[in-house]
């Protein structure tokens, strides 16, 4: 079967920094996607990996090991804003989004 | 742009009622999705469509329905609510299959 596992939740404290992991078995690999999700709000996009390595993009920096099936999401100088549920999902084979329960962020001041 | 648009935001149903919700976007994009989404759970797909004329079963498709007459527009329907249709409905949309979805803001549906 096809499964994906994050932490279900992460306490981390405003300024500092937090990683969240997600490790992937699915039926082929065509690309991991993490999204922001605010409770009570709709996902949105945060970034896309379909190479090994590292991609930045201002605070947040995601990476991924294709041959580990491993990503992490990397969240710097953390905010209360970043207070949400994060989550990971993998194109498979079918190029259908596999999707991860997501990873509970709580920041604390 | 409105992206994508859901109506309605929130609706209470019998057991054994039926309901419509409602999904367009504007973007011009070929695929669309309905997710639930449970209390605390990921997303389950349950329709989605390549474009116009064409939709596929997702992983929770039972008690629900799809058509997808033009590129905007994806209505999910459902037949006999029961209680284990209480969740949040999200609709979605991209260009294709490896690009970013787009979401819709959610129908928070409750069956009593």
């Known amino acids: 079967g096809q499964n994906i596992d994050q932490p279900t939740e992460m306490t981390a404290t405003e300024g500092a920094i937090v990683q969240i992991n997600c490790t992937y078995q699915?039926?082929?690999?065509?690309?991991l996607f993490w999204y922001q999700q605010h409770a009570g709000e709709a996902p949105t996009f945060l970034s896309y990996n379909v190479l090994d390595g590292l991609e930045e993009k201002g605070r947040f920096s995601s990476f991924l090991s294709r041959s580990k099936g491993y990503s992490y999401l990397l969240l710097k100088e953390l905010q209360m804003k970043d207070s949400a549920s994060y989550l990971c999902a993998v194109v498979d084979s079918n190029y259908q989004l596999i999707w991860g329960a997501g990873t509970k962020l709580i920041i604390k001041p | 742009n409105a992206g994508v648009t859901q109506t309605p935001k929130f609706r209470i149903l019998k057991i054994g009622q039926s309901m419509t919700l409602q999904c367009t976007q504007d973007m011009n994009h070929n695929y669309m999705y309905w997710y639930r989404q449970d209390p605390g759970m990921g997303l389950k797909l349950i329709y989605y469509s390549v474009g116009a004329g064409i939709t596929d079963k997702g992983e929770v498709p039972n008690g629900y329905n799809v058509s997808r007459s033009t590129t905007e527009d994806f209505p999910l329907r459902l037949e006999l609510a029961a209680p284990s249709q209480t969740s949040v409905y999200f609709c979605?949309?991209?260009?294709?299959?490896?690009?970013?979805?787009?979401f819709g803001p959610g129908t928070r549906l409750l069956v009593l």
């Open positions: 979605a949309s991209s260009r294709d299959s490896q690009e970013t979805q787009y």
């Open positions: 699915t039926s082929g690999f065509n690309g």
